[in-house]
């Protein structure tokens, strides 16, 4: 499985992005679909996954302000980011998982909150 995400950038306090990841070569129902993210000096985190089935979950520090959905016609995963804080300066990774020994990892992308 290929997963590739886009829509990170620079944006100002209180701010709006829109991240996306694309994948391809595998079957994309069979995956959870997370959004992860790692700060400089930090331990990656989990910030919202979502089912196959809808179900999501999300890191108390997004809740309410941050949307994960996927598209299962067109095999992407979205986050949507709303009232963005410095805090969530990042950088974010899109993974997808199956199980211990079925799962990827995107390439990053960067998302900076300017205060």
């Known amino acids: 499985v290929q997963l590739q995400a886009s829509g990170g950038g620079l944006v100002q306090a209180g701010g709006s992005l829109r991240l996306s990841c694309a994948a391809s070569?595998?079957?994309?129902?069979?995956?959870?679909m997370s959004w992860y993210r790692e700060a400089p000096g930090k331990q990656r985190e989990l910030v919202a996954a979502?089912?196959?089935?809808?179900?999501?979950n999300y890191v108390d520090s997004v809740k309410g302000r941050f949307t994960i959905a996927r598209d299962v016609a067109e095999n992407t995963v979205s986050l949507q980011m709303n009232s963005l804080k410095p805090e969530d300066t990042s950088m974010y990774y899109c993974?997808?998982?199956?199980?211990?020994?079925?799962?990827?990892w995107g390439q990053g992308t960067e998302v900076t909150v300017s205060s």
């Open positions: 070569g595998g079957k994309f129902s069979d995956y959870v």
């Open positions: 993974f997808a998982y199956a199980d211990y020994e079925d799962h990827y």
């Open positions: 979502i089912s196959s089935g809808g179900t999501t």
